[in-house]
């Protein structure tokens, strides 16, 4: 619990500066330390963690629970706006917020705190091959859908290919433990190591706290599926299949995640009702202090 009370009080940072700074501020230094994260911080840290990991059932587990999970909860949230006959702004903002996972801005500390090193290999794979690709190519379809927008598939994959924590782990593949130089891999230590700080006051710096009271069921919906549902089901499914190994634990912690901020983000830019957005993705980020720890006692207690 340690880690956690650190995490926490680096996200209380970031929220207490973005108290202290006006928007231009507040935009400046969130872009900044999102940039951080993105471009140095996780591409080290998938260089460091990364090479000599054996494609096997445990690789797999991750990538087929993001996809799986992604088409599930996709799924209940259009049976859920058909059957409540939300609007479709609302119907476009839940998709991207309940399918999309926060894996790698929370994803990677939480990990850290609740799993260690062991844990972080299964995470990158869980958020680069399930979450980053999924929201590159389904959430890039799903964008154009709702504002008109087309986007060709060349440009996608042009799109995945220049992200550069996803070419870091096409390197890594590549990659036994060790083949990076020690200078090298001393570098990407470091520079991997500050990931956690800088992306819990970039979040603390980003969140938004306003209660959607016109639409209480969608918000209520959106938060129960995102951090609750959506875990326990996958839970139950790996108890009922046996699947207890770190892959499995990883995969049913990273799916407890709050919303994504890259998705939401791109909600918001789409002019899909932003105001409920920034809600489900603020008071998720906050309720997943919460909801994260304790999926993560379920799981110990299933699976032993």
Not at 33 to 59: E, Q
Not at 135 to 164: E, H, K, N, Q
Not at 178 to 196: F, I
Not at 257 to 283: N, R
């Amino acid at each position: 619990m340690g880690s956690i009370a650190i995490l926490l009080l680096f996200f209380a940072f970031g929220f207490l500066l973005r108290q202290r700074l006006d928007e231009a501020g507040r935009q400046r230094w969130a872009l900044r330390l999102n940039r951080h994260v993105v471009f140095v911080a996780l591409p080290a840290l998938i260089l460091v963690y990364l090479p000599g990991l054996k494609l096997d059932r445990g690789t797999l587990l991750p990538i087929l629970s993001a996809w799986g999970l992604f088409a599930l909860t996709a799924a209940l949230v259009l049976l859920a706006a058909r059957i409540g006959g939300w609007s479709r702004g609302i119907t476009g903002a839940l998709l991207f917020t309940v399918p999309f996972g926060n894996t790698s801005f929370l994803g990677v500390p939480f990990t850290q705190a609740f799993y260690g090193e062991a844990g972080l290999p299964y995470t990158l794979i869980y958020d680069q091959l399930g979450s980053f690709l999924i929201l590159s190519t389904v959430g890039i379809f799903l964008l154009s859908l709702y504002t008109g927008r087309s986007f060709s598939p060349l440009a996608i994959l042009l799109r995945i290919l220049r992200f550069p924590a996803f070419s870091a782990l096409l390197i890594a593949l590549f990659l036994d433990r060790g083949d990076l130089p020690a200078p090298l891999h001393l570098l990407a230590a470091g520079l991997a190591a500050t990931l956690a700080q800088a992306a819990m006051v970039a979040v603390g710096l980003q969140i938004r706290l306003r209660f959607p009271r016109h639409e209480q069921k969608p918000f209520l919906f959106a938060l129960g599926v995102k951090l609750l549902l959506a875990p326990l089901f996958l839970l139950l499914l790996f108890a009922a299949l046996g699947l207890t190994e770190l892959a499995a634990r990883v995969s049913i912690f990273e799916a407890s995640m709050a919303p994504m901020v890259a998705s939401s983000t791109l909600a918001i830019l789409a002019g899909l009702e932003s105001g409920f957005v920034a809600s489900v993705l603020g008071y998720g980020i906050l309720a997943s202090f919460i909801t994260v720890p304790t999926v993560w006692e379920i799981t110990k207690w299933i699976l032993g």
